[in-house]
C-alpha cells in the first residue's frame, strides 16, 4: 500500500468506524477519543495528540465538518477544509482514525463510540466536557492534559494578520 493510501484509510465513515470499534474490543484494545476542529496544525496539536495517544492503544479523532467549524468558530473558518484537515490528521503516526461530524458538539459520536478514555485540554473542566456522562456512565476515564503554552490557531491567525509583510 503506498503511504498516500495509507493516511486516506485512516479517514473513516461512523459505518466503517463499528467494524473496527468491535475489533479492537475484541483485540482488549483501550480506546482513546478526542476531537477538535484542528483547523491549523500546530506544534500544540502535536503534543496534545501525542499525549492523548499515550493513554490507550487506539487514538479516534472525531473531526468537525467544515459547516461545524463555521458556526462554532465563524464565516472565515476554517482556513483549511476537512479533507486537508483530515489528511493531516491522517498522515501522524499516533492517529489511528479519524471520523468526521457535522454537529456542533462530538456527543452522538462518543455515545456511539463509547470509549474506554476521554481527552480534552485542561481548559475544559472535566465535569463540563462532552460526552463526561457517557464515559463516566460507561466505567471510563475523562483525562485533562495541559496545552502547551503559546500555541493556538486563533494566535497564529491574529499573528498573520498583523504581520502582511
Known amino acids: ?17 463499528e467494524r473496527l470499534l468491535n475489533i479492537w474490543r475484541f ?6 477519543f478526542t476531537n477538535g476542529c484542528f483547523d491549523i496544525l500546530h506544534l500544540g496539536h502535536i503534543d496534545y495528540l501525542s499525549k492523548a495517544k499515550d493513554q490507550g492503544d487506539v487514538l479516534i479523532i472525531g473531526l468537525n465538518t467544515d459547516a461545524s467549524v463555521k458556526r462554532i ?6 482556513v483549511n477544509d476537512e479533507q486537508a484537515r483530515s489528511m493531516i490528521l491522517a498522515s501522524l503516526r499516533f492517529v489511528d482514525v479519524v471520523v468526521f ?3 456542533d458538539t462530538p456527543y452522538d459520536l ?12 485542561s481548559d475544559y473542566k472535566v465535569e463540563e466536557i462532552v ?15 495541559d496545552l502547551a503554552a503559546g500555541y493556538s490557531t486563533t494566535g497564529i491567525l491574529e499573528k498573520i494578520k498583523n504581520n502582511p509583510d
Not at 110 to 121: A, N
Open 73 to 78: 468558530k465563524g464565516s472565515n473558518r476554517p
Open 101 to 103: 461530524f457535522d454537529e
Open 110 to 121: 462518543i455515545s456511539f463510540v463509547k470509549p474506554d478514555i476521554l481527552v480534552k485540554g
Open 27 to 32: 483485540q482488549g484494545k483501550k480506546l482513546v
Open 1 to 17: 500500500m503506498k503511504n498516500i493510501e495509507l493516511i486516506r484509510s485512516k479517514i473513516i465513515k461512523k459505518n466503517e468506524l
Open 131 to 145: 460526552g463526561y456522562d457517557i464515559v463516566k456512565n460507561n466505567g471510563g476515564q475523562i483525562i485533562t492534559l
